[in-house]
């Protein structure tokens, strides 16, 4: 197989963990005879120091014309007192925009060797796997006007939303629901946002079409609360933009880090970028301790889902928990009798072990 894949490391670790992810593709290309050619480009704060701008035309071409997508993370104090259109995360977001990619998708699923490191009780969490669908390229991120007004003694944000946007998401999920336990948890704020309510009204009319599935809708806020309390009772949670996106944090602690967590942000294509859900670290930036597994099974879910290399995704899988259970863990997580090692050891260990098959679940069903 060739192909294509823009790499896009970004700010503070976002630089640290794409080298993790670059050792891993290339031990995927020489284990398995592919091709896949890596072309970095500049976001974020990177491309305003060295641009003038977080997401520079060229970086959104060669973004267009890529098999896939990677990147590691935007963002930092540095860029902190920008004016809005020239933030790092205005990259980011416009990334995501440009290229339509309206589906992202947030699986969390608890490791065995790291249910005693989350500050959850392993009994509480035991069995957890959740996939978060958010909304991507709408709601209050985009919404105009979004500006302050009279004289800078009020500000309006803008939460918009077409029916088609909600639908595509909501179908989305439900397909999602279908291929795994059939269980679709709808979270929204319909006691309060018209949006919420016509959020609810798309996925009651879209249940009829997919009759296998059971719906049930949450508030957003005791969504929220049942994450930490209930977990075992969510398959499919999708909900609009800014609210997958807080829940999606909450959610890592399942995991015991943030550290942890994988994304896929596709569209109906399969075209998709993949990045870990966390930021840019900037507390830990630099020091070359930041944890690369989401990164890493952000690999395994490119080449899943867009390239449709199943044994690759499972092996990087496969090796990601063969780590966690010989004990090897950044200091973000902790690991009863294990060793503490620096990002760059642990994606060390992660390429040997990929090497060693064993049997065992794959990290998301989408
Ligand atoms: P963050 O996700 O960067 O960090 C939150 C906490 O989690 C920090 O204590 C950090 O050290 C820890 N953490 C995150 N990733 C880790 C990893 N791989 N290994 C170990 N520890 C990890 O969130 P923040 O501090 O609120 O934001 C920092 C910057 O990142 C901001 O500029 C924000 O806009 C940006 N951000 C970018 C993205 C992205 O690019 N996708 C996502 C979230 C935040
Ligand atoms: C994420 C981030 C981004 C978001 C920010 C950096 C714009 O928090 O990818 O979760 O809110 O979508
Ligand atoms: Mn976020």
């Known amino acids: 197989m060739n192909k294509q894949i823009i790499l896009l490391p970004g700010d503070g670790v976002g630089t640290e963990i794409m080298e993790s992810a670059k050792l891993v593709l290339n031990a995927v290309a020489s284990e398995f005879g592919h091709s896949f050619a890596l072309h970095q480009h500049a976001i974020g704060g990177d491309a305003i120091d060295q641009y003038g701008t977080p997401l520079p035309n060229e970086t959104i071409k060669a973004c267009q014309q890529a098999d896939a997508i990677l990147l590691g993370a935007v963002g930092g104090p540095k860029w902190d007192s920008l004016p809005a259109n020239l933030r790092p995360e205005k990259g980011l977001l416009g990334i995501r925009k440009s290229l339509g990619l309206f589906a992202n998708l947030r699986p969390v699923k608890g490791f065995t060797s790291l249910l005693h490191?989350?500050?959850?009780?392993?009994?509480?969490?035991?069995?957890?796997d959740i996939l978060i669908i958010r909304e991507l390229t709408g709601g209050l991120y985009f919404g105009k006007p979004?500006?302050?007004?009279?004289?800078?003694?009020?500000?309006?944000d803008t939460l918009y939303y077409q029916r088609s946007e909600m639908e595509r998401i909501i179908d989305k999920a439900f397909q999602s629901?279908?291929?795994?336990?059939?269980?679709?948890?709808?979270?929204?704020k319909a006691n309060v946002l018209e949006s919420s309510r016509m959020w609810r009204e798309i996925v009651n009319e879209k249940s009829k079409d997919y009759p296998d599935v059971t719906v049930e809708h949450l508030l957003v806020d005791a969504a929220a609360m049942k994450l930490v309390t209930q977990p075992n009772q969510f398959d499919v949670m999708v909900t609009e933009n800014l609210f997958g996106d807080i829940l999606s944090d909450e959610a890592s602690v399942l995991t015991g880090s943030l550290g942890m967590l994988p994304s896929a942000s596709i569209?109906?294509?399969g075209v998709g970028l993949y990045e870990p859900v966390h930021g840019s670290a900037p507390d830990i930036a630099g020091l070359g301790i930041a944890n690369?597994?989401?990164?890493?099974l952000?690999?395994?879910?490119?080449?899943?889902?867009?390239f449709h290399l199943e044994e690759e995704a499972t092996e990087i899988e496969q090796a990601v928990h063969e780590t966690l259970r010989q004990g090897y863990y950044t200091p973000d997580l902790h690991i009863k009798g294990g060793k503490q090692v620096s990002t760059k050891e642990m994606t060390a260990i992660v390429v040997e072990n990929m090497t060693t098959k064993s049997?065992?679940?794959s990290i998301c069903s989408m």
């Not at 690369?292 to 890493?296: A, D």
């Open 117 to 128: 490191a989350s500050p959850l009780k392993e009994s509480v969490i035991k069995g957890s």
């Open 146 to 156: 979004s500006e302050r007004r009279e004289n800078g003694n009020a500000v309006v």
């Open 177 to 188: 629901a279908q291929i795994r336990r059939k269980h679709l948890t709808s979270v929204d």
């Open 267 to 269: 569209r109906s294509d």
């Open 292 to 296: 690369p597994l989401g990164m890493i």
């Open 298 to 306: 952000s690999v395994a879910m490119m080449l899943r889902h867009t």
């Open 359 to 361: 049997v065992s679940d």
